[in-house]
T-cell receptor, first 115, second 114 residues
């Protein structure tokens, strides 16, 4: 079984401040990890992924995420948040050993960046 | 490259009526997914197709939901009869068969059942 937890329903930050969105995962084997962003009335947009290699992965719009195997975490970060980063963020996991390519999503974290 | 297309974008029906959603994946993407996203929750997989065959439909309420992907391209998801708890956004996603990684999502269809 695989699952994702996003412990914070909402994150509020001021523009220009660092942004962190937390994610922890559970898989029976090794994970593939993903972050997606959803703007109002839009589908999910892919931000970044961890497949293998360097634990720090960089993605779109200045976002990055760090894979921490010992803590089973994959937190999303941005050094300086913009008002336009306000959206709903989803973390997702797939067990690397599975053959069905099924993603399990967290419940989402709403990010609000105030001017 | 065109993205995943879905229609309609919005649909309002009364309970016990039927409804159908359409999805056109990215050209060349062999794998197609339908997700249900209830307000305040993450997307939940309903069904996964590989070409025109079903890979996983374990979470599909088969007494009322059905899906098909004739010719391995477009797909339709149908609900008959609809219940109030079916109110959600229905997302279609596709993935290239040579990529084990990210899925690409359409804009979704927001269904309201009254």
């Amino acid at each position: 079984a695989q699952s994702v937890a996003q412990p914070e329903d909402q994150v509020n930050v001021a523009e220009g401040n660092p942004l962190t969105v937390k994610c922890t995962y559970s898989v029976s084997g090794n994970p593939y990890l993903f972050w997606y962003v959803q703007y109002p009335n839009r589908g999910l947009q892919f931000l970044l992924k961890y497949i293998t290699g360097d634990n720090l992965v960089k993605g779109s719009y200045g976002f990055e995420a760090e894979f921490n195997k010992s803590q089973t975490s994959f937190h999303l970060k941005k050094p300086s948040a913009l008002v336009s980063d306000s959206a709903l963020y989803f973390c997702a996991v797939r067990d690397r050993g599975s053959n069905d390519y099924k993603l399990s999503f967290g419940a989402g974290t709403t990010v609000t960046v105030r001017a | 490259e065109a993205g995943v297309a879905q229609s309609p974008r919005y649909k309002i029906i009364e309970k016990r009526q039927s409804v159908a959603f359409w999805c056109n994946p990215i050209s060349g993407h062999a794998t197609l997914y339908w997700y249900q996203q209830i307000l305040g929750q993450g997307p939940k997989l309903l069904i996964q197709f590989q070409n025109n065959g079903v890979v996983d439909d374990s979470q599909l309420p088969k007494d009322r939901f059905s899906a098909e992907r004739l010719k391995g391209v477009d797909s339709t998801l149908k609900i008959q009869p609809a219940k109030l708890e079916d109110s959600a956004v229905y997302l279609c996603a596709s993935r290239h068969q040579d990529s084990s990684y990210e899925q690409y999502f359409g804009p979704g269809t927001r269904l309201t059942v009254t």
